[in-house]
């Protein structure tokens, strides 16, 4: 059986607010997204292509949105060709880039006809492919069938493999290729009822590291995410049962499942330029597991969702600012709204809708007045009973002027503030509110000739729309944060809108760093302190306490030093220096912070680790230990502080290039011996290590805890496969 190709074509839509008759439109996700390309677009699928399979439903669809979100051109596969429908036209309706075709994976038939159809619509190149099908049996192992037994090993693995297999030469051909396969925490930790499929996804992850190592020349990245239970239909039926669900959340620290995002959001991740050191890297899980997972970075993509059985407004009221002409007057085409502005234009553009059958009245109101904004807000209250469920915030303001503190915090208040405030109490009693602002392309990228006020207003409703990739308002720490890596994660917190205060053993270097920080608008304050010193770890922290009102949400845990030596050569100075910089500070640093991290309701901590914590590396033993220390640290209070609203993590790096390491680099020696062991053949960038970092301490991985990540370029999962490059 051949793939059915359906192409998500421009289509003519009904306008929602027919008067003869109502539309209704099944719908999961209305998405509106504006990105920002910084630099080397390394938060940016623009331009890429993609393939998930199984995209319909649950995490598969939640993957699908989160790509093109980013700006990737989507095919996505189903075996139900009614469901494949149903999405590809909600996806139009979105403006989403996404083609299907009908597919079943566990067919071998249909993999190939269904890779010959995306390698013609994509001429020859692939950049990712998402393997993201897969199904479950669940029952003792000694009642399975053959049949059942072949059914999970072709849908869940044999498929994978094929698929990876076909989309190779596709892969290969971009340059720049990535594999991710959704795995499962079952494939670390025995689950009941599920050795099959357990077995299936311990497969997925060793094939991982394989591929991983082996495609590794051709610039192909190969990771897993392995999830512990999501909310999605194949879940709920088997959580039905209280006393399992019970179960479950007293084995999660975290205490509840995950939502179908929080794994899109890892997935996407691990696609971008940004994650380029991360390979052959598994799992996501909300601490149920001690296993690596993916590591994952902050997209800079803002967006916001709205779920809706139905595609429709029957009913609905709603009042449109600006709406006698341009963008507004098209509102009036499409939904039941009322409207405002210039008079005579006003009278018009009424008579004009009204003769199509549309319910829409009109006010006239200059709504930069007080008065005129509130009488606007009475008159509707009166037509609507006192209830409203949709504002359009359309009035825009773009004159190229300097405008004055007053003519600033007017703008403001017309455009963002009080027609919020205004509509709140009628919006609340609709029942079921919703406020849209038009924005604009100022709001993203400078725009010549307009207002620079205008354009952070409009900015201003786009960091609102999705507070999963943002870090404004959050506050953090980081130790040793005036150079090298520890340089890096601060730039990169405050680029997405922490304030942030640093600590830093030299007070030449910390003063460099804040004169730079400030020329760039940061806000970043900062103390030095030699954190192998307890008074000084307590007074950092007393000082943190008093700038930020007791509270802090982000600790950074960066500091660390090596001394490399035989272990037959270590003194006891040497021990006491390691263990009292690496580990016993962090320690302390964690019990300091605590009740900051607390009552902030929303803490998170990440260690700096390393690879060293992980495997074993020649001159280091002392070194190795304190970060393997760290990684133990991070799992327990992971469990020990999820009550407190409080995630733990470590990031363990490889070589990163930094000045502490470019004596090591310029060993060529030991830099032919590191790339040799190292997949990606080189070494890791500041910023790589900080991107993680950095995705940790969002709300976009609230379901991360209790993991180490390998930020290693695929060195800790290489074992004799790899052949070094030339």
């Given at each position: 059986?051949?793939?059915?190709?359906?192409?998500?074509?421009?289509?003519?839509?009904?306008?929602?607010a027919?008067?003869?008759?109502?539309?209704?439109?099944?719908?999961?996700?209305?998405?509106?997204?504006?990105?920002?390309?910084?630099?080397?677009?390394?938060?940016?699928?623009?331009?890429?292509?993609?393939?998930v399979t199984?995209?319909?439903?649950?995490i598969?669809?939640?993957?699908?949105?989160?790509?093109?979100?980013?700006?990737?051109?989507?095919?996505?596969?189903?075996?139900?060709?009614?469901?494949?429908?149903?999405?590809?036209?909600?996806?139009?309706?979105?403006?989403?880039?996404?083609?299907?075709?009908?597919?079943?994976?566990?067919?071998?038939?249909?993999?190939?006809?269904?890779m010959?159809?995306?390698?013609?619509?994509?001429?020859?190149?692939?950049?990712?492919?998402?393997?993201?099908?897969?199904?479950?049996?669940?029952?003792?192992?000694?009642?399975?069938?053959?049949?059942?037994f072949?059914?999970?090993?072709?849908?869940?693995?044999?498929?994978?493999?094929?698929?990876c297999?076909?989309?190779?030469?596709?892969?290969?051909?971009?340059?720049?290729?990535?594999?991710v396969?959704?795995?499962?925490?079952s494939?670390?930790?025995?689950?009941?009822?599920?050795?099959?499929?357990?077995?299936?996804?311990?497969?997925?992850?060793?094939?991982?590291?394989?591929?991983?190592?082996?495609?590794?020349?051709?610039?192909?990245?190969?990771?897993?995410?392995?999830?512990?239970?999501?909310?999605?239909?194949?879940?709920?039926q088997?959580?039905?049962?209280k006393?399992?669900?019970?179960?479950?959340?007293?084995?999660?620290?975290l205490?509840?499942?995950?939502?179908?995002?929080?794994?899109?959001?890892?997935?996407?991740?691990?696609?971008?330029?940004?994650?380029?050191?991360?390979?052959?890297?598994?799992?996501?899980?909300?601490?149920?597991?001690?296993?690596?997972?993916?590591?994952?970075?902050?997209?800079?993509?803002?967006?916001?969702?709205?779920?809706?059985?139905?595609?429709?407004?029957?009913?609905?009221?709603?009042?449109?600012?600006?709406?006698?002409?341009?963008?507004?007057?098209?509102?009036?085409?499409?939904?039941?709204?009322?409207?405002?502005l210039?008079?005579?234009?006003?009278?018009?553009?009424?008579?004009?809708?009204?003769?199509?059958?549309f319910?829409?009245?009109?006010?006239?109101?200059?709504v930069?007045?007080?008065?005129?904004?509130?009488?606007?807000?009475?008159?509707?209250?009166?037509?609507?009973?006192?209830?409203?469920?949709?504002?359009?915030?359309?009035?825009?303001?773009?004159?190229?002027?300097?405008?004055?503190?007053?003519?600033?915090?007017?703008?403001?208040?017309?455009?963002?503030?009080?027609?919020?405030q205004?509509?709140?109490?009628?919006?609340?009693?609709?029942?079921?509110?919703?406020?849209?602002?038009?924005?604009?392309?100022?709001?993203?990228?400078?725009?010549?000739?307009?207002?620079?006020?205008?354009?952070?207003?409009?900015?201003?409703?786009?960091?609102?729309?999705?507070?999963?990739?943002?870090?404004?308002?959050?506050?953090?720490?980081?130790?040793?944060?005036?150079s090298?890596?520890?340089?890096?994660?601060?730039?990169?917190?405050?680029?997405?809108?922490?304030?942030?205060?640093?600590?830093?053993?030299?007070?030449?270097?910390?003063?460099?760093?804040?004169?730079?920080?400030?020329?760039?608008?940061?806000?970043?304050s900062?103390?030095?302190?030699?954190?192998?010193?307890?008074?000084?770890?307590?007074?950092?922290?007393?000082?943190v306490?008093?700038?930020?009102?007791?509270?802090?949400?982000?600790?950074?845990?960066?500091?660390?030093?090596?001394?490399?030596?035989?272990?037959?050569?270590?003194?006891?100075?040497?021990?006491?220096?390691?263990?009292?910089?690496?580990?016993?500070?962090?320690?302390?640093?964690?019990q300091?912070?605590?009740p900051?991290?607390?009552?902030?309701?929303?803490?998170?901590?990440?260690?700096?680790?390393?690879?060293?914590?992980?495997?074993?590396?020649s001159?280091?033993?002392?070194?190795?230990?304190?970060?393997?220390?760290?990684?133990?640290?991070?799992?327990?209070?992971?469990?020990?502080w999820?009550?407190?609203?409080?995630?733990?993590?470590?990031?363990?790096?490889n070589?990163?290039?930094?000045?502490?390491?470019?004596p090591?680099?310029?060993?060529v020696?030991?830099?032919?011996?590191?790339?040799?062991?190292?997949?990606?053949?080189?070494?890791?960038?500041p910023?790589?290590?900080?991107?993680?970092?950095?995705?940790?301490?969002?709300?976009?991985a609230?379901?991360?805890?209790?993991?180490?990540?390998?930020?290693?370029?695929?060195l800790?999962?290489?074992?004799?496969s790899?052949?070094?490059?030339?």
């Amino acid at each position: 059986m051949a793939s059915r190709l359906y192409t998500n074509s421009p289509q003519n839509l009904h306008f929602l607010a027919s008067p003869t008759k109502t539309h209704s439109f099944k719908s999961s996700v209305i998405v509106r997204c504006a990105s920002i390309a910084t630099s080397p677009n390394r938060w940016s699928l623009h331009g890429m292509s993609a393939l998930v399979t199984g995209g319909t439903r649950g995490i598969g669809r939640a993957i699908v949105e989160e790509l093109v979100c980013l700006g990737a051109k989507v095919h996505t596969c189903a075996r139900n060709e009614t469901e494949l429908k149903d999405c590809l036209r909600d996806w139009n309706r979105s403006g989403f880039q996404v083609d299907g075709s009908v597919c079943d994976v566990s067919d071998r038939a249909q993999r190939e006809s269904l890779m010959e159809t995306v390698s013609s619509l994509f001429r020859g190149k692939l950049h990712i492919l998402v393997n993201n099908v897969g199904t479950n049996i669940r029952k003792p192992m000694v009642d399975f069938t053959p049949e059942e037994f072949s059914t999970l090993l072709s849908t869940n693995f044999e498929s994978v493999f094929h698929l990876c297999q076909l989309a190779y030469p596709m892969l290969r051909a971009t340059e720049a290729g990535c594999v991710v396969s959704i795995s499962s925490v079952s494939g670390f930790v025995s689950l009941k009822n599920m050795s099959v499929q357990s077995a299936t996804k311990g497969a997925i992850n060793q094939l991982t590291r394989n591929l991983a190592c082996e495609w590794a020349k051709d610039n192909i990245r190969v990771n897993a995410v392995a999830p512990w239970y999501i909310k999605t239909s194949m879940v709920e039926q088997v959580l039905s049962n209280k006393d399992y669900l019970d179960e479950v959340y007293s084995v999660t620290p975290l205490g509840r499942l995950g939502e179908p995002r929080e794994v899109s959001s890892a997935v996407a991740f691990l696609c971008l330029p940004a994650s380029s050191y991360i390979t052959g890297q598994i799992s996501i899980d909300g601490s149920r597991g001690c296993c690596y997972y993916p590591s994952y970075a902050l997209v800079d993509c803002f967006f916001f969702v709205t779920f809706a059985s139905r595609w429709s407004l029957q009913g609905i009221t709603a009042l449109v600012t600006g709406g006698a002409r341009g963008i507004g007057f098209v509102f009036l085409l499409r939904s039941l709204y009322i409207t405002i502005l210039p008079t005579v234009l006003l009278l018009l553009n009424i008579l004009t809708v009204q003769s199509l059958g549309f319910q829409v009245s009109g006010s006239v109101c200059d709504v930069s007045s007080r008065p005129e904004r509130e009488t606007l807000m009475q008159t509707v209250s009166s037509l609507f009973d006192g209830k409203l469920n949709v504002l359009v915030s359309n009035l825009i303001f773009n004159k190229p002027i300097k405008l004055s503190l007053f003519l600033r915090a007017k703008l403001l208040k017309t455009q963002l503030v009080e027609p919020s405030q205004l509509s709140h109490p009628l919006l609340k009693a609709s029942g079921s509110g919703s406020i849209v602002f038009i924005s604009s392309i100022a709001g993203v990228v400078s725009a010549a000739n307009s207002v620079s006020i205008y354009s952070a207003t409009k900015e201003e409703k786009k960091r609102k729309m999705d507070k999963r990739w943002s870090l404004q308002g959050m506050i953090a720490l980081v130790t040793g944060g005036a150079s090298g890596i520890g340089y890096a994660i601060v730039e990169e917190l405050a680029s997405f809108g922490a304030r942030i205060h640093v600590c830093d053993i030299s007070k030449t270097l910390l003063n460099q760093s804040l004169s730079e920080w400030e020329k760039k608008g940061f806000q970043v304050s900062g103390s030095v302190c030699d954190v192998t010193s307890r008074p000084e770890r307590e007074t950092l922290i007393q000082k943190v306490s008093s700038l930020f009102d007791g509270k802090l949400n982000i600790f950074v845990n960066n500091v660390g030093v090596l001394r490399g030596k035989p272990t037959t050569e270590y003194g006891a100075d040497d021990f006491a220096f390691h263990i009292s910089t690496n580990l016993e500070s962090a320690y302390h640093f964690c019990q300091l912070s605590h009740p900051l991290l607390k009552a902030s309701g929303y803490g998170s901590i990440v260690f700096l680790s390393s690879v060293a914590g992980v495997v074993s590396t020649s001159g280091g033993s002392i070194y190795s230990l304190t970060k393997g220390a760290l990684n133990q640290l991070a799992r327990n209070l992971a469990c020990e502080w999820a009550k407190d609203s409080i995630r733990a993590n470590a990031v363990a790096p490889n070589i990163i290039k930094t000045p502490l390491a470019l004596p090591y680099l310029e060993d060529v020696g030991f830099r032919e011996g590191l790339f040799g062991r190292t997949p990606l053949g080189r070494a890791g960038e500041p910023h790589e290590v900080a991107s993680v970092v950095v995705f940790l301490c969002l709300p976009a991985a609230s379901y991360i805890t209790g993991q180490t990540i390998c930020v290693d370029g695929g060195l800790t999962i290489n074992g004799f496969s790899y052949q070094p490059h030339p």
